[in-house]
C-alpha cells in the first residue's frame, strides 16, 4: 500500500490506481484523515471547510468526555472500515461462510463459537446463525462485549475455554486473528489447540485465520496436529492462502482417535 498526500497525484484530488491515499486535517479536537482508495475523488473544498467547522463548533460546545468519546468513536469505525475492506475479509464471507452453510456446518441447531470480536466482527453473527445455528463469542477484552453476541457472549481467554463453555460442545470454532494477536507463543498457541479441541464436538470444524508476518505456520510449529487434521470443504482445500495480504486460513476436523485424551 502506498500512502501520501493528494497534492502529489498525477490528477489532482484523485487517488492514483493501486493506492490508499490519506488526507489529512488536524485540530485542537481531533485530526481529521479521510482514507480514499484508488480512483476516489476527494471532498470538495466547501466539504471540507463544511467538515472544519463542525469540528470546531464540537470543540466550543461539547464537554471533555463526549469528545474524548467521539474521538474513539471516530477512531474505531476508521479501523473498522479499513479491516472490512481487505480481502482476507471478503474470502472470510463470501467463500467461507457460505461453504460451511452448503455442508450443513451452520445448520438449525448447530453451536458455532466465535473468538476474537472487534465492531467489524459483529455482523458475521447474522451470517453465521442466518442458516438456525446458536453464535456464541469469546473474548479476553471485557470492553469487546459490546462487540460479541448478545446474550451469548463470554468475558475470558481462549486457552480456558474448556472452563468458560463447561455445557456446550461447538459444531465448529472459528478463531481468526487471535493466534499472533494475543496468543503468540507457540507454546501458549499449542494450548490454544488442545484448549479448542476440548470444546469441540468430534469431527467438529476448526477456523484458524493467521498471518505470515506475525507467527510462523502453527500447523508446523503447534501440536495442533494431535488435536485437529486438516480437511477440505467442496470447492477449495484446507489451507487457502488470501492474495493480496498476508493472511492464512486453515480449516481442518477435530480428530476422533484423541478425543478423551488430556493436553
Ligand atoms: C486482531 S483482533 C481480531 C478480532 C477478530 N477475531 C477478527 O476476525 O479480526 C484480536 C482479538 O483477540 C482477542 N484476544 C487476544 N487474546 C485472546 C485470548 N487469549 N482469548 C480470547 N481473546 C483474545 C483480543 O481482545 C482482540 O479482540
Redesign the pocket.
Known sequence: MTSGRLGDCERPNVAPPGSIFVLQGAGDFCKVEIEMTSGQTAPTPFAKRLLQAGVETAKHVLPARVRASLRERWTNWQRNQR?SKSPDRAVLTETIFPALARSQVFARGADVLW????G??KKYYRLIEAGGARCWT????PN?SRWGRSGRHIV????ESDVLFPDVRFDAVLC???LG???NAPSEQSRAYSAMASVTKPRGWLLV?WNTDRISDPMKATDANRWFEPACLPGFGARMVVEGCTHVFDLCRRRSDTIGSGP
Open positions: 479491516v473468538i476474537g470480536c472487534r467489524y466482527t469469546l473474548d479476553i477484552d469487546a475470558g481467554g481462549m486457552l481468526n486473528g487471535v494477536w494475543g496468543v485465520g
